[in-house]
């Protein structure tokens, strides 16, 4: 008989900010592509996986997410006995250290006590990666090990994942340190937020944290559990980004314009489900020019596109240049208008000035709604 779990989605931990685009709404409501937010991943990967009872988890500014997930029809969960649960939490301001992944459980403790499953699979709501979740738990349950941690190994650490944690294994892939990546090394194994464990433990945790300190976050707890459980890494392998800042997010759009990253990642035997638009086709007109871009429905494209995203119900007009930049839904980028190395939020109207670039390696951010 296979193993059952029940999926716990959580938010980003309070201490990670993505500038400019976090003022607006949680990282997991964060467009990606385009199309997707960031969210539609780890909802995927559970119902691709059999998953089908799922909780996720909202804290600050949860508007966009709750819109965006509805009922959750759209994520294919079976429709007799699957449902996603928004569970919100309401004590903490977004930015109170006391505003942890564990405070929301223990608001939240009966619902999780009351599943029927015997195993809880936790995931993030800010990374994107594909993984078999089922396969995950079996080899859980068949190791014997009390809690089983995704990890992927990266060679850019110093760069990049700055607010996530790295694990530090032994050769029998125990699980020695679990601490906040500092940018020292390339080389780094990192969390992927990732756990999965028996519903006992998971309750059991969530219990000693309240009477440790309500400071401690769950990865917290599994740090600390690890002198008296048995903690082992797992390595995930393919594609993988943590949206954790501004530089994150945009590297995690501009590798999926490489064709062989996407097509790999995006397969026909494991789709990647989100609430659908009906709209009409993007207009291209005379003398619009796209080369290796992904450009959304409903966009009018008078200019040119080049190694760009562009979102839905976008305007870009006539003798317009967008290069290498991520352009959110509504956005109307006026005539003979210079946009490079830049993300830039919905609603954006940029009609008088005539250049927006960034200076840096850093992509220049223009805020939702501005009129420039």
Known sequence: MANKAFGVINSAANYIRVEGLHDYRPIGAFSFLGRFRVIDFPISNMSNSGINRIHVYLNSRPRSIVEHIGDGRHYNINSKRGNIQLLFTQNNGHSSIYNTDINAYLENLEQIERMPQDYVIVAPSYMIYKQDYQKLLDEHVASGTDITLLYHKVDQAKEYYRACNVVTLNKQKGVQSLERNMGTAKEKLISMDTYVMSKEIFVDLIKKAKKESSAYSLADMIALARETLDVRGYQHKGFFAAITSLDDYYRANMEMLEYATAMDF?????????????????????????????????????????NSIIGRNVHIGKG????????????????????ENAVVDKWVEAKKIKKIVSESVTPTYVKRNDKL
Not at 267 to 281: G, I, L, R
Not at 320 to 339: P, Q
Request: with cysteine; glycine share 8%.
């Open 266 to 306: 995006f397969t026909s035997d494991w789709p990647f489900y989100t609430k659908t638009t009906d709209a009409c086709p993007t207009q291209y007109f005379h003398g619009a020019s796209v080369t290796n871009s992904m450009v959304c429905n409903a966009g009018l494209i008078e200019g040119t596109v080049e």
């Open 320 to 339: 317009a240049v967008v290069r290498n930049s991520i352009i959110l839904s509504y956005a109307d980028i006026g005539d003979g208008v210079y946009i």
